[in-house]
């Protein structure tokens, strides 16, 4: 099958033929991909912000076809159409049992499906997933069916961007309707933290990007207030709008020093959720007397805490229901063959989202 394949930090993917080992075991699916979305936790892989063994086939915001199923899978079929996530679970563990699937302490064991090559050589798979090419084999729990009248482009977005920006308001921190919030980066997964802000009833949804064009997008997805963190100091900016603080900051790009202006915005008693993906070796501080005195929270948000099989349908309903902006977040399209070009456009801050279609 068709492939892009990343051999060194760095270097373009480069449109290969790789082999995939469709001999499914009990629990897979084999699903043809039609849409993958352009993520940046990929990114972070290219440019070697956090270490991958290569070669490897990335992309893990996905959807597509069931083709085959495996012995013992009974809940979809052939031609089931699916959104297939980075976070199969086991559904027995503490975490699964505790209602956070999207922390199984199974979730490697169930990426077993490592199964790609190329000339007998071993190609790696990437979270589970490695959806930039036509098939990919998951664990059942990875592949949740959708309506059929939702479109797999919108369907692969849900997959990860739209789940984990939504899902770190309404799941992760619960917001309530009047609290107020600021969200630090307004790319493909801010812009549903700030919808997600939005579903959730917030009084203030202050935005803050480096990009115009990205503040831009904001508005049209709910944000009251703007801020380019380039030209102003956004921790200033944000405590002057809201006296005292907001009482919660989203960090949704992965950069230590956006954690710690996520911090420095929160009110006394306020919650930092960190969203962003940073580079694996790095570090963060906070100023340590404030824990105590401030009664400050910093909480991590995985995948927007879903419980995947119930929350995909919700936000799939919100947006049938007109609640919740799909359509309005990709912004191109490319087929597999320009795949660098949608990465570039990422890079330099263009696009709200971009669809690979295979
Ligand atoms: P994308 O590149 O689309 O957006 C990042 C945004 O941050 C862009 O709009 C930038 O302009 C903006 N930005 C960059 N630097 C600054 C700065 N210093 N101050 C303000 N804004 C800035 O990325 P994405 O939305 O696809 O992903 C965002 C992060 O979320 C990234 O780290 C990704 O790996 C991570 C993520 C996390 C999870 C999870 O489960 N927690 C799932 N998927 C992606
Ligand atoms: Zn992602």
Redesign the pocket.
Known sequence: MKAAVLRAPNAPLTIEQVDLDTNLLTGEVLVRITHAGV???D??IMIGETPHPMPVVLGHEGAGIVEAVGPGVSRLHKGDPVAVTFRPFCGYCRQCNSGHPNLCDNVEVLRRACRLSQHGERVYNFIGVSCFAEYTVVHESAAIKVPSDVPLDRAALVS??VM?GVGAVINTAKVSPGETVAV???????LNVIQGARLANASVIIA????DN?LEMATTFGATHLIN?RSEDAIKKVRELVKGGVDWSFE????P??MEQAYAMIRKGGTAVM???PPSASKVSFPAFSFFAEEKTVKG????SARPSIDIPRVLDLYKHHQLQLDELISRHYPLERINEAYEA?AR?EVA?SVIDL
Do not use: P
């Open positions: 993520c940046h936790s990114y972070h990860c961007g984990t630090i980066g307004c790319g493909g997964v801010g803050v990007d480096i990009h990205k963190g949704v790009i992965g950069l020093a956006t969203v962003g993906m948000s995985m995948f927007g990422l801050g989202r």
